[in-house]
């Protein structure tokens, strides 16, 4: 968890560099829809999803050991 004072894009930049896979945003919207944003650490592919749906992708990834970058 990264709830350091700097801006968003900031954060995100230095997730990439530190090539974590995923970036997962909650913000006031997501609390309020009940979702998750997911970034991967390849950039680009940002998505909205259900929490739920999202920890079980997590957990299939993680029992597969499919991380692609």
Not at 28 to 36: H, L, P, Q, R, S
Not at 55 to 65: A, G, P, S
């Amino acid at each position: 968890m990264d709830n350091r004072v700097e801006s968003l894009n900031k954060k995100i930049r230095q997730a990439e560099i530190k090539k974590i896979p995923y970036m997962v945003v909650v913000g006031e919207n997501e609390k309020k829809t009940g979702t998750v944003t997911i970034r991967k650490k390849t950039g680009g592919n940002i998505r909205e999803i259900k929490l739920k749906d999202f920890e079980k992708e997590l957990k299939r990834v993680v029992d597969n050991r499919e991380i692609k970058y």
